[in-house]
């Protein structure tokens, strides 16, 4: 009996060790920063039926980081990725590139929570990160698709300012460096005058999330690691001591596999009742006329978070793509895993309004894409790295900083399968069940009211 059993659901699958998944990934929006990137695919599809050591599903950054670290400890296993979408098309493409190294709980009000438990995961948090280093060196990927510069949680309110400094006391006692800038320091990053100061940290890595995704699996593929797109898998079962993994035009027979699919874990039938589907949502600008770059001002590329965790991320880019801006806000909670395009309708006015409060100087610039993507978080903000069953490992639920977290995620799901280990592992491995939510309508109501009001709250630091 594995540990995550209980419900009756769980309990039939693990006597039975057939599942059909029912739920495969919807991505509302294109996926920007991946869109600006050419080809527009990389990989076949699964046509065939193969033979294979390992079996990830999941072509995130758990499930990538996974096959990297699999094939870097048996260098001779033959491993295979199977990705639902396109590579850098979910989650792993839709995301703002924060990499950030310290604590970062969205449900706290300054983003952190007890020293020791902070100090831990700043310890995990920088391994995976070093980790990711690691890939991109090997691979050979620009400053573009990994830029080490920090990052600054910028405050437009004195309410934000507070919130920078309860953080920066926090710091303090973790023993972590920063240093509090002013309205003239953010005039010279940002350009214009909407913040009056921000709080720099030097730890975190800025992705460009598509070309770093894409750059990693193209970089990871020979014959001894294959990576299929369009290839979801529908069905997972135990056939004579192997895993037989199906998709809809082929199949792979594996000795083990790695599910790394944050939320959809639920799809497979784990952890239901445990996980919180939420969503968050972007909007990337065309791209800018020399005119209007020189109208913003600032430095040419740069990235805020915002100083309270449901206010506005902020990047200006400068690479592939042009002179671009993106804005980041909202989150919704949507237990069904999935959002329309009415829901995108209603977030671009948002987007609108905190994107034409910063930018007076080029107001009403023209949004060419707006999506929304997938965050999984636990009530109790753990995730779940765990052998499911034989042969069958978890790299999922990462809560609000799933660039690090599936990373780590990732190579400590591979550690955990090829009996690798380290304290990071133990950690993980003895973390605590997600706990048990609500029921579902009370859970949707509570989560709703929670977060539009905290948005509400958060005034102009939205
Ligand atoms: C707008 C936005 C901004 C964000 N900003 C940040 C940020 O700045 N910093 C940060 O740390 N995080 C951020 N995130 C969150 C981050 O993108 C995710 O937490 C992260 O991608 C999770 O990584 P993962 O590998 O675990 O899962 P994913 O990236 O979701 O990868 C899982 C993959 O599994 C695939 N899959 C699911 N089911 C199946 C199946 N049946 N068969 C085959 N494949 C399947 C999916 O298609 C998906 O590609 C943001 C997210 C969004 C949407």
Known sequence: MTREAGGRFEYFWQKERHMRIKKLPIDTGPAAWTDLLQPKRMAPALETDMTADWVIVGAGFAGLTAAHRLSELAPEARVIVLEATGIGQGPAGRNSGFMIDLPHDLASEDYGGSVVRDQLQTKDNRMAISYAKEMVARFSLDREAFDP???????ATEKGHAHNVSYAAHLDAMGEPYQMLDAADMRDLT?????IGGLYTPGTVILQPGTYIRGIAAGMMSNRVQVFENSPVVALEKEGGAWVVTTPQGKVRAGGVILAVNGHLESFGYKRG???????????TRELTPEEV???GGQPSWGVTPADPLGT?????A??????????????????????????ADVARDHRKSFDARFPMISGTEMEYVWGGRLCLSYNDVQVVQKLDDGLFSACVQNGLGTVKGTLAGKLAADMALGEKSDALTRAMSAPEPSRLPPKPIAALGAKIRLRWGEYKAGAEF
């Open 149 to 155: 510069c920090g990052k600054t949680n910028a405050a």
């Open 191 to 195: 350009g214009g005058g909407y913040y």
């Open 274 to 284: 445990r996980l919180m589907h939420v969503f968050t949502y972007a909007s990337m």
């Open 294 to 296: 020189e109208r913003i």
């Open 313 to 317: 991320t902020v990047r200006k880019i």
């Open 319 to 344: 690479g592939t793509g042009g002179h671009r801006i993106v804005i980041r806000n909202r989150f919704t909670f949507d237990q069904s895993l999935e959002v329309n395009e009415a829901r995108l």
